[in-house]
Each structure stands twice: as C-alpha cells, then as structure tokens.
C-alpha cells in the first residue's frame, strides 16, 4: 500500500522568503507523485507533477519540485513567495494510472 | 481544456432528505470519475471510484447504500447521498480521468445537512 507524508501541517513565512514544503511517500512499487493546491473553499488545482524523465519538474507560478527515490521525497519549493501563494499544499501519490493517496496537506501562510 | 463542474456548489438540506451532486466533465470523456470527501483542514478521502457503465467500487468503511453514485455517461456522474444526516455535512469533490490518465478536480460540493 502506498503512503504519503506531509510533516508541516502549517508553514507560515513572510513574503518574498523562499518556502519548502516537505512530502516523503513510500510505496512498494514506482509511483507517479503531484502537487496540488486548494484555495478556500475551491477544488484541487494540479501544481506540478512527476512521471518519468527529470527529477525536477516546475510549474508555471516559480514552484518545482523535485523527486528523490533514495529518499523517497518530493519536496516543493520556491524560492520568492507571494501574499496570493497563501493556500493549502496537497502532496499525492499514485501508483501507476490508479487513485490517488493524497498527504493531510500543508498550509502555507504569507504574510507582509 | 480538461475542465470538471460541480453542481450545486452549495446545498443545505434537512435531516433525513436526499441530495444529488453532479459532476461533469465538460470537454472530454470520462470512464472513470471519483468521489472524495473532504473534513475541514484534513485530507481528501477516497469514497468511491466510478466507473462508466458499470457498479461503482466503494472504498472500505463507505456505506454504498447510503452514497448512491451512478455514471451513466461518459460525462456524467453523480452521488446522491440518501437519507441525510448532519454529520453527513461534508465537501464532496470529484475528479475525472482524463486523456493523459491525469486526475481533473471539480470546484467542490458543501453540503451543509440541518
């Protein structure tokens, strides 16, 4: 069975510091990993994923991430974040073309 | 392109009612959709995986009689929880599979049951 960890429930920084949101799986077999972001109240929007090729993968918005098998992470980053990247962080795994595990989520809080 | 509706976005329904959710893929086909449930700050739960013409699979510990799902187009699905209580008050979400075998979320369902 397949697993994720997502070890900061909150991670609050000030504007234009650069942010780390923390994501360790484990699954038995090669796994397909994404990033997802929910805004108050909102559906899940895909940030970023990971599925074969580079282990850095970016988005469009300044976010990558990057996937380390030896340590089982893909950890998000950026390195200047926005008041409007104030939102709920999802890390998920999948194994193969089949559901989704999502991680209980990381809230990122941007203050001025 | 690969957008996922909801409908409604909001419900408020009595105790011992019935209400329908919608989702929609609204340009591409789906044969698989999803139903998650979502408590406030935790995690998206799997209810149940939907598929096209066929019996939804239901995961562990959700009551298949209680969270009705029917897909009975490539577009369309839908969970109709039955015989709502409060503590059924919930966001619903679902998802779609799209072309590239990727997961599009709908905007989400908040049922609120009084």
């Known amino acids: 069975a397949q697993s994720v960890t997502q070890l900061d429930s909150q991670v609050p920084v000030f504007e234009e510091a650069p942010v780390e949101l923390r994501c360790n799986y484990s699954?038995?077999?090669?796994?397909?990993l994404f990033w997802y972001v929910q805004y108050p109240n909102q559906g899940l929007q895909l940030l970023l994923k990971?599925?074969?090729?580079?282990?850095l993968v970016e988005s469009i918005n300044g976010f990558e991430a990057e996937f380390n098998k030896s340590q089982t992470s893909f950890h998000l980053r950026k390195p200047s974040v926005h008041i409007s990247d104030t939102a709920e962080y999802f890390c998920a795994v999948s194994e193969g073309y089949s559901t989704l595990t999502f991680g209980k989520g990381t809230m990122l809080l941007v203050s001025p | 392109g690969a957008v996922v509706s909801q409908h409604p976005s909001r419900v408020i329904c009595k105790s011992g009612t019935s209400v329908k959710i919608e989702c929609r893929s609204l340009d591409f086909q789906a044969t698989t959709m999803f139903w998650y449930r979502q408590f406030p700050k935790q995690s998206l739960m799997l209810m149940a995986t939907?598929?096209?013409?066929?019996?939804?699979?239901?995961e562990q510990g959700v009551e298949k009689d209680k969270f009705l799902i029917n897909h009975a187009s490539l577009t369309l699905s839908t969970l109709t929880v039955t015989s709502a209580h409060p503590e059924d008050s919930s966001f619903y979400i679902c998802?779609?599979?799209?072309?590239?075998?990727?997961?599009?979320f709908g905007p989400g369902t908040r049922l609120t049951v009084t």
């Open positions: 998802s779609a599979l799209g072309p590239s075998y990727e997961q599009y």
């Open positions: 939907s598929n096209e013409g066929s019996k939804a699979t239901y």
């Open positions: 990971y599925l074969s090729g580079s282990t």
């Open positions: 699954s038995s077999v090669s796994v397909y």
